[in-house]
């Protein structure tokens, strides 16, 4: 139709470009696009800036990445930093209860709301439970008008034990000793597992295949979990911003 408005991009086109996972609940698109497009422009600048080699990986044994703090780091430059909202309930001016809501990185804007966000990045998955409700009661008492929560991606999940035989190959890894230097260094547990697989299957699968299910396994924090969640309506009505770093963020060095 002529002279029609274009409908506007979506939100954090060069994430999408890059291959995240990007997903929004309860209007929140609408609710950053409009009311918070500083804040909105902040993570998507942060955000790229997400690099975490395959070393650091390995070297935190499943625990945060020297990237993920790095991006902790960044966001609480430019204001995402840790708050405590403690809410409380009165009678004749009095006290009678109170709740305590921690938030890793909290943005407060220039109207005076507030934006929530955590990173989960290897927790064990009902972290996602206590953050989604957290938000929920957070909004619904007016502390929050978005959650945002950012975990790894599907193609991150589905990519690990791919980076850790790149990273096997590209150093001619062959034996657990090699290994150590990383910072890998497996239980007795996992070096019988590794021994077992390596019989089977090669050194660097074997090594892929115990390391990710014992550090970066089902049941913990990443997209697909986050989506269960979602679906069984975890966290509604919060309007919430779900984003997951893709495969293309871990470099093999």
């Known amino acids: 139709m002529a002279g029609a408005v274009p409908p506007d991009p979506p939100l954090f086109q060069s994430l999408r470009a890059r ?23 902040e993570i998507e600048t942060a955000l790229p800036g997400v690099s975490i080699p395959a070393a650091e990986l390995i070297a935190s044994g ?21 708050r405590k909202f403690i809410v409380e309930k009165r009678i004749d001016g009095v006290p009678s209860e109170s709740q305590t809501h921690e938030v890793d990185h909290v943005r407060t804007t220039p109207s005076g709301h ?6 989960e990045w290897n927790n064990k998955d009902p972290f996602f439970d206590r953050d989604l409700e957290n938000f929920k009661r957070l909004h619904a008492d007016g502390a ?3 959650g945002i ?16 035989r790149r990273f096997i190959a590209r150093h001619s890894i062959g034996e657990l000793a090699q290994l150590a230097p990383w910072g890998y260094r497996p239980t007795p547990r996992q070096t019988e597992a590794i021994r077992r697989r390596a019989d089977r299957h090669g050194f660097a699968d074997a090594v892929a295949d115990v390391f990710v299910s014992d550090t970066f396994g089902e049941a913990t924090t990443h997209w697909r979990k986050l989506e269960e969640r979602l679906a069984r ?4 009505p919060c309007p919430l911003v779900l984003i997951g770093p893709p495969a293309g963020v871990v470099a093999v060095d």
């Open 144 to 146: 929050i008008s978005c």
């Open 62 to 82: 499943g625990g945060e990445a020297k990237g993920t703090q790095r991006l902790r780091h960044a966001l609480a430059v430019i204001g995402w930093r840790k």
């Open 114 to 119: 507030y934006l929530a966000l955590e990173i």
């Open 19 to 41: 291959g995240f996972d990007l997903a929004f609940r309860s209007h929140a698109e609408a609710i950053l696009r409009v009311d918070f497009p500083d804040a909105a422009d």
């Open 233 to 236: 309506g975890v966290g509604n």
């Open 149 to 164: 929560i950012i975990t790894r991606g599907r193609t991150l999940q589905d990519g690990l034990r791919d980076i850790v």
